[in-house]
């Protein structure tokens, strides 16, 4: 039996792959996901669904969940339409993946087999990623709840960071000896630069859209509300070394590096990382989207079951009290990421050529429906324009928009895209000098 036999790949497929499947958003992304793919799309076309696990067994719990949802939703159909689940069931397939973002290595292996097994991607959505934090300020955080409560909630200042976290050795030991290497930021590489090296490998694949068709591949970043301005230090982008938070820090790069990947400032930088050398009637170059699933009850930050409760209470309390950046639930925070993978591309178009490019975000009104809302980034506002009308749901450090933070924004992002590329390309490298690089075809 061939290998690829095992493999789905369906006559119109539409093939998306989300990182760190497991759990949390990652799975809430999945479910919510096979839900609107069978609304909103013709049935001629089928999902491939590509999980990514670091190991099999979290991967087989994984489609387990996943298909016993699908189930879930063929029975609700077969209330109003009988006969229904067959074909509903056969539009959607599942298929998973080994991936671990702290290592380059895996992310090489998983990209080589997807190139070697896959006609296309459609889109990838790189949400898998840790905190980085080793406790709370529970004095500040006390006072900032009873200060403003909606703001605490959304904005929290109040979270512990770990200093100095690095990612394990990415070369083997040579002669019983470590093999010298520069630190890699831990909180860095899961959450952004291992993604980054995801995209760059993949972008063949998102690339594989025919002018013709008006698609393109989309590579979506996962960012955070939390993605501060201040703690992003352009002489520490790993935030090794500097005091401010890693995980703020590494959501504050993925902003300025998605926003920026459409300037002209940054045009040469990106092409280099979506690597498209011999582009043609068949291939167009993917897009990078930015957005965040607004708050939600995962366990990115681990506290006592109590406390968990606790939280989700408050969560509720903020949206109660005006918040519109309170999901809450796992499937209402990944509406953001899904209306990204499956909106029109004229959709988005049209959008961003009236508003500018932007962070998405997942919100929801007092009752909890849950929608798509542009979110204000500071340095760059909603669009990148000047005089824009403030909108719900500001982020209470930024300012409104100047022409000198918005150029202060773009060279930022220039810098970064010099930077991760120099980085990117430091790695490959390294890698390729200890013999344990996957070269791709």
Same mark, same amino acid.
């Given at each position: 039996m061939s290998y690829l036999e095992d493999i789905p790949q369906p006559e119109n497929g539409y093939y998306v792959l989300v990182t760190g499947s497991n759990s949390g958003l990652g799975l809430g992304i999945c479910t919510r996901? /096979?839900?609107?793919? !069978?609304?909103?799309?013709?049935?001629?076309?089928?999902?491939?669904? /590509?999980? #990514? =696990? &670091?190991?099999?067994?979290?991967?087989d719990a994984t489609i387990e969940t996943v298909e016993a949802h699908l189930r879930k939703v063929c029975r609700q159909?077969?209330? #109003?339409?009988?006969? @229904?689940?067959?074909?509903?069931?056969?539009?959607?397939?599942?298929?998973?993946?080994?991936?671990d973002l702290l290592s380059l290595v895996s992310v090489q292996k998983l990209s080589k087999k997807l190139r070697e097994t896959t006609p296309k991607l459609d889109v990838v959505i790189c949400n898998a990623g840790i905190g980085g934090w080793t406790g709370l300020n529970w004095p500040l955080a006390v006072w900032s709840f009873l200060r403003r409560w909606r703001m605490?909630?959304?904005?929290?200042?109040?979270? /512990? $960071?770990?200093?100095?976290?690095?990612?394990?050795?990415?070369?083997?030991?040579?002669?019983?000896?470590?093999?010298?290497?520069?630190?890699?930021?831990? @909180?860095?590489?899961?959450?952004?630069?291992?993604?980054?090296?995801?995209?760059?490998?993949?972008?063949?694949?998102?690339? &594989?859209?025919?002018? $013709?068709?008006?698609? &393109?591949? &989309?590579?979506?970043?996962?960012?955070?509300?939390?993605? *501060?301005?201040?703690?992003? +230090?352009? +002489?520490?982008?790993?935030?090794?070394?500097?005091?401010?938070?890693? *995980?703020?820090?590494?959501?504050?790069? =993925?902003?300025?590096?998605?926003?920026?990947?459409? !300037?002209?400032? #940054?045009? +040469?930088?990106?092409?280099? *990382?979506?690597?498209?050398?011999?582009?043609?009637?068949?291939? =167009?170059?993917?897009? /990078?989207y930015v957005t965040h699933p607004?708050?939600?009850?995962? #366990?990115?930050?681990?506290?006592?079951?109590?406390?968990?409760?606790?939280? @989700?209470?408050?969560? *509720?309390?903020?949206?109660?009290?005006?918040?519109?950046?309170?999901?809450?639930? !796992?499937?209402?925070?990944? @509406?953001?990421?899904?209306?990204l993978a499956l909106a029109k591309q004229s959709t988005l178009d049209t959008m961003e050529e009236k508003e500018g490019?932007?962070?998405?975000?997942s919100a929801t009104d007092f009752w909890g429906q849950e929608r798509v809302e542009r979110t204000e980034v500071s340095g760059w506002g909603w669009g990148g324009r000047l005089g824009e009308y403030k909108r719900k749901g500001r982020d209470p450090f930024a300012k409104d928009l100047t022409k000198e933070e918005r150029e202060k924004f773009e060279e930022t992002g220039k810098r970064c895209w010099e930077e991760m590329e120099a980085l990117r390309c430091e790695w490959e490298d390294r890698l390729r000098q200890a013999g344990i690089a996957v070269e791709m075809e």
């Amino acid at each position: 039996m061939s290998y690829l036999e095992d493999i789905p790949q369906p006559e119109n497929g539409y093939y998306v792959l989300v990182t760190g499947s497991n759990s949390g958003l990652g799975l809430g992304i999945c479910t919510r996901i /096979i839900d609107e793919f !069978l609304q909103t799309r013709p049935q001629i076309e089928s999902l491939v669904l /590509i999980i #990514t =696990t &670091r190991d099999k067994k979290k991967g087989d719990a994984t489609i387990e969940t996943v298909e016993a949802h699908l189930r879930k939703v063929c029975r609700q159909h077969e209330r #109003t339409l009988p006969g @229904v689940t067959q074909l509903l069931q056969g539009r959607i397939h599942f298929r998973q993946e080994r991936l671990d973002l702290l290592s380059l290595v895996s992310v090489q292996k998983l990209s080589k087999k997807l190139r070697e097994t896959t006609p296309k991607l459609d889109v990838v959505i790189c949400n898998a990623g840790i905190g980085g934090w080793t406790g709370l300020n529970w004095p500040l955080a006390v006072w900032s709840f009873l200060r403003r409560w909606r703001m605490a909630a959304s904005w929290p200042t109040y979270k /512990i $960071s770990g200093k100095g976290w690095v990612a394990r050795p990415q070369l083997p030991a040579k002669d019983g000896q470590p093999h010298e290497e520069p630190a890699l930021g831990e @909180v860095f590489c899961a959450n952004f630069f291992g993604h980054y090296l995801l995209g760059h490998y993949l972008a063949p694949l998102l690339a &594989r859209h025919p002018r $013709s068709q008006g698609t &393109r591949g &989309r590579l979506i970043w996962t960012s955070s509300l939390e993605a *501060y301005a201040h703690t992003l +230090n352009i +002489n520490d982008l790993q935030g090794i070394t500097s005091e401010d938070a890693a *995980y703020e820090s590494s959501k504050r790069l =993925t902003d300025v590096m998605g926003i920026t990947s459409r !300037l002209p400032a #940054t045009s +040469n930088a990106v092409d280099q *990382y979506l690597d498209l050398p011999d582009q043609s009637a068949d291939t =167009t170059k993917p897009l /990078i989207y930015v957005t965040h699933p607004g708050i939600t009850a995962t #366990t990115i930050f681990t506290l006592p079951l109590i406390l968990e409760y606790a939280m @989700v209470i408050a969560f *509720y309390v903020a949206r109660w009290l005006g918040s519109q950046w309170h999901p809450i639930t !796992l499937e209402k925070g990944a @509406v953001a990421m899904v209306w990204l993978a499956l909106a029109k591309q004229s959709t988005l178009d049209t959008m961003e050529e009236k508003e500018g490019v932007g962070k998405w975000g997942s919100a929801t009104d007092f009752w909890g429906q849950e929608r798509v809302e542009r979110t204000e980034v500071s340095g760059w506002g909603w669009g990148g324009r000047l005089g824009e009308y403030k909108r719900k749901g500001r982020d209470p450090f930024a300012k409104d928009l100047t022409k000198e933070e918005r150029e202060k924004f773009e060279e930022t992002g220039k810098r970064c895209w010099e930077e991760m590329e120099a980085l990117r390309c430091e790695w490959e490298d390294r890698l390729r000098q200890a013999g344990i690089a996957v070269e791709m075809e």
